[in-house]
């Protein structure tokens, strides 16, 4: 399997809010966290429910409530694991605001929990 991903990705949990339409067109809302962050995808934690593979999404980054981040995904592939349901999302409309406000936020935080692992030891 070749791996498409377009940059670096960062395990950051921010909070979001994803929603989308089932299949008889009624609106779903779930609230979750960020398993990884790309420039172009994310790997999203949702307790409840999952939408399906292919489904469009509204997924907002809720990290900063001044300042929240809405992007259009399509799902491309779903973790069903009962502990821990996950989807991966590729962005379709949003990328700009979402590399600016949400993958370098990422990097800066992963890059200080580096710098905070290795002044431990």
């Known amino acids: 399997m070749n791996d498409r991903r377009q940059g670096e990705r960062f395990a950051v949990s921010f ?5 989308w339409r089932d299949d008889d067109g009624r609106e779903i809302a779930e609230e979750g966290l960020t398993e990884n962050i790309g420039p172009t995808g994310t790997l999203i934690y ?28 399509e799902v491309i592939r779903l973790e069903r ?19 600016k406000k949400v993958w370098e936020c990422a990097a800066e935080v992963a890059a200080a929990a580096s710098l905070e692992e290795a002044e431990d030891w």
């Open 15 to 19: 909070p979001i809010r994803v929603k």
């Open 46 to 73: 949702l307790p409840r429910q999952l939408p399906n593979v292919g489904s469009r999404v509204s997924l907002t980054v809720v990290e900063n409530p001044e300042d929240e981040v809405t992007v259009i995904a």
């Open 81 to 99: 694991n009962a502990a821990h349901p996950q989807a991966a999302l590729t962005l379709l409309e949003g990328l700009r605001a979402w590399k």
